[in-house]
């Protein structure tokens, strides 16, 4: 092993997970680590001791893709929104762009989640943070006074969480034909419909 193998050596990990991200949407639930190091031009004890498994690289896989895409500064940008009704289209104009950007990794994933156990924990692992952010969001709704009367936070951030999932928006840009332009309104007005009070003038 060379010393740019060394365990913790930024450059190896970046490398073996763009190798992962490449060949994931490839090789689907057939991902082998070989491939990977291979890919990757390190060795299989490499991505052992970097990662420890599968599992926790498909995990880190996704977290990386999180870090690599400025998640965290477009979640800012959501939360800085001056009134609910704003917070709901900046989600919606992320998911958009966001969602484009993540989908081949997040098809394999999805699709894999109940026939291989290393998928169905990276899925999960984003799903469980896809699901707490949008409940953020909706426990600013509330405590601004902006969510509507017939919603507990939970019931309106599972709601949130589950019509802006990957499928729905592929399924609507991908096979109705809907633009970025009509995805981003139409969810947006939909959302803003169904969650907030009549006392959010947006």
């Known amino acids: 092993m060379s010393s740019g193998d060394a365990y913790g050596d930024p450059e190896t990990r970046r490398r073996i997970l763009e190798a992962t991200r490449e060949l994931i949407s490839k090789h689907g639930s057939d991902l082998r680590l070989g491939d990977v190091a291979d ?24 977290r990386h893709m999180d870090e690599s895409l400025d998640l965290g500064e477009s979640l800012a940008h959501v939360r800085a ?37 290393a998928l169905s924990t990276a899925w999960r692992d984003r799903m469980r943070f896809r699901l707490g952010v949008h409940r ?10 902006d969510l509507a009367d017939t919603w507990t936070v939970d019931a309106a951030a599972d709601l949130f969480y589950a019509v802006t999932l990957p499928g729905p928006w592929r399924e609507l840009t991908r ?22 009070s009549d006392t959010d003038e947006g």
């Open 175 to 196: 096979e109705l034909g809907w633009s970025d332009e009509q995805y981003i309104e139409g969810m947006s007005g939909f959302l803003q419909r169904a969650l907030l």
């Open 136 to 145: 953020d969001l909706v426990q600013r709704m509330a405590d601004c006074g």
């Open 39 to 62: 890919r990757a031009g390190v060795s299989r004890q490499t991505i052992y001791l970097h990662f420890g498994d599968r599992t926790h690289l498909l995990v880190a896989l996704v």
């Open 81 to 117: 929104a001056d009134n609910s009704s704003e917070a709901i289209a900046r989600t919606m104009e992320l998911h958009s762009s966001f969602s484009a950007a993540i989908d081949s990794v997040a098809l394999v994933l999805e699709s894999a989640q109940y026939e291989d156990e």
